[in-house]
């Protein structure tokens, strides 16, 4: 072998900086690896930045703002990191609106995404009709599914509460998360906790009911969590740990395989080898550099769904606009409106606005609105201030305002998704793995997963397996 080659010769690549790619560098230990990240910074999605605007400062997150807890993984990696005592806690005053007939009106309380575990709240609530009820109900007696195929998001929600609880309160909800339509998103792949519910309990109501008694009296972490200066600090904190392993600004353009050796080549013509590799990238871009080396590898991943999507912050004075309370809005597809969210930042996480000022978070793009992603940024700033005059009746100019666009970074978990995985696990070459959001959970905690998994198999040089045998 080469001297350069021997200098360029890993026993781990990693592929990609985002959450998954950095999780897995932390956890790969003393291994020989480098990571590789196309472009000047890591940390993907997951990047915090402080805006200047009339002498104040702002914290704006470029992508997820907190994270779930009730999924351990992300919360166990900060308290590996030291980074506990910078963790918050998201405001304690949870209402979320929903647009309906051009009316705000507030999700009811006890609402367990789409399933009600408080009556009262439920009956009384003006957000679902009287027959939208009582449809609602009728999960208290349906007999529980007995096929054992995937489903949509959209027919098992229709089945088992009803039409108008899929139009008004899973659509924008659930669909949210995920940037999706539930009438194509896999149930088993986006909420399988609801797939569990029904087959043990038959129903949902009285599943749920049944846990809220069970787990009465114990302790609970707040649902959700952030970090006091940003998610960006637990990105800072992963990076600065890795000092020497990590390579921005490098781009892959080919992945091929020569005798028992991955042959990574960079756009800046550098050559890389590696005994494994993990590849962290989204879906459309792994596809690509791996289309010369594994065309079948590449066919089957450029067979999985993506959306674009973005967001659009905006600052206002407080005296200015009419007083905002709760977390933000939601907008039911059938409204048809251009935006499909509004996050009520400095209500929801303390330390994003100064004193005396609103900072404002509008979702645009994915499933719901493709065509706002065509549209230039003063174009799309027009429509923004048009919804938020008619729907919130601020009529102010802003502060500032910044528009970050994510291009083909949203996957989407189609019916049968899993399967799909599956099979593409089943053909990866030895030593090759695939993990990050485009495969087996878009939030943090299950990137920290997958990133987890993929190095614990590498460490016991299980190189046989993928991480489909850890599920």
Request: aromatic residues 8%; glycine residues 8%; hydrophobic residues 40%.
């Amino acid at each position: 072998m080469a001297a350069n080659q021997l200098q360029n010769q890993f026993d781990v690549l990693i592929i990609g900086g985002g959450i998954t790619g950095l999780a897995a560098a932390h956890y790969l230990g003393d291994t020989s690896f480098a990571l590789l990240e196309a472009s000047p910074h890591v940390g993907g999605k997951i990047h915090s930045e402080r805006v200047q605007a009339d002498g104040h400062a702002f914290l704006l997150e470029h992508g997820p703002d907190s994270f779930l807890t009730s999924k351990p993984w992300a919360l166990a990696l900060l308290k590996e990191l030291g980074l506990e005592s910078e963790i918050i806690h998201t405001a304690p005053s949870r209402t979320v609106y929903v647009y309906k007939n051009k009316r705000l009106i507030p999700m009811p309380e006890g609402l367990s995404l789409i399933i009600p575990t408080r009556i009262m709240p439920f009956l009384t609530s003006s957000l679902i009709s009287w027959s939208g009820k009582l449809r609602a109900g009728l999960d208290l007696f349906l007999p529980k599914r007995s096929a054992t195929d995937d489903e949509t998001v959209a027919n098992f929600v229709r089945r088992r509460m009803g039409p108008e609880i899929l139009e008004i309160v899973a659509e924008p909800l659930l669909s949210g998360i995920y940037n999706a339509s539930p009438e194509t998103q896999s149930l088993t792949a986006t909420f399988p906790q609801f797939a569990a519910l029904e087959q043990k309990h038959r129903s949902l109501i009285l599943g749920v009911l049944k846990n809220k008694r069970a787990s009465k009296g114990l302790t609970s972490a707040p649902l959700f969590v952030s970090l006091r200066d940003g998610m960006g600090d637990l990105v800072t904190c992963l990076a600065s740990r890795l000092a020497g392993k990590t390579r921005t600004n490098a781009a892959v353009c080919a992945i091929a395989k020569e005798n028992d050796s991955f042959v990574v080549d960079l756009t800046n013509g550098q050559r890389l080898y590696a005994k494994k590799l993990i590849i962290t990238t989204p879906a459309k871009q792994s596809a690509q550099f791996l289309a010369r080396g594994f065309p079948d590898l590449a066919k089957g991943i450029s067979q999985l769904s993506v959306q674009s999507s973005g967001i659009c912050y905006l600052a206002y004075r407080e005296e200015e606009i009419p007083k905002v309370t709760g977390y933000g809005v939601l907008f039911p597809r059938t409204a048809k409106r251009p935006i499909n969210a509004v996050t009520f930042v400095s209500n929801k996480l303390e330390g994003r606005a100064p004193k005396g000022f609103t900072l404002l978070r509008v979702f645009f793009g994915g499933a719901r609105n493709p065509d706002a992603m065509q549209m230039d940024d003063a174009t799309l700033l027009r429509v923004i201030d048009d919804e938020l005059k008619d729907i919130l009746g601020i009529h102010a100019k802003p502060v500032f305002s910044k528009i970050i666009r994510w291009q083909d970074a949203n996957p989407q978990y189609n019916l049968d998704h899993l399967e799909r995985v599956q099979a593409l696990n089943a053909s990866l070459p030895e030593g090759l793995f695939l993990a990050g959001s485009s495969y087996r959970g878009v939030g943090i905690p299950d990137c920290v997963y997958q990133g987890k998994a993929v190095a614990e198999l590498i460490n016991k040089d299980n190189s046989h397996a993928n991480i489909a045998t850890l599920h």
